[in-house]
């Protein structure tokens, strides 16, 4: 009798998620440390949420760290969600034109493990 060989099928690991709230004026400082926590934060394959719901101050420093993390999650094969944007935050980004480009979302999107989520 001949062995038989299970077949073998390569299964989708489930992408690392996370989720980070942002709050506060990320003027130049704040967008140093914001550029700081994304720089430890990201890692390839990773679905990165911001929550910008209690950003009271957006600058241009703010935007560039925001477009480096796209790209850096992107080049990884992973993404970036700007989920509950505050007014000053939809104002810098439709100004921008980085509404058009970023991935902007009215919601934040549940957790994997979260009740819902299966």
Known sequence: MSERVPPVRELPE???TRRLVVAGHLDDPGAERLRALLADAIVPGMELTLD???VT???YSAL???VAAHRRLQEGAGSLVLALPSAPVIRALRVSGLDRVLA???AV???RGEPGTG
């Open 109 to 111: 999107p549940p957790q």
């Open 14 to 16: 489930p992408a690392l």
């Open 52 to 54: 910008l719901s209690r």
């Open 64 to 66: 560039e760290a925001l």
């Open 104 to 106: 902007v979302r009215a």
């Open 57 to 59: 101050r957006l600058t």
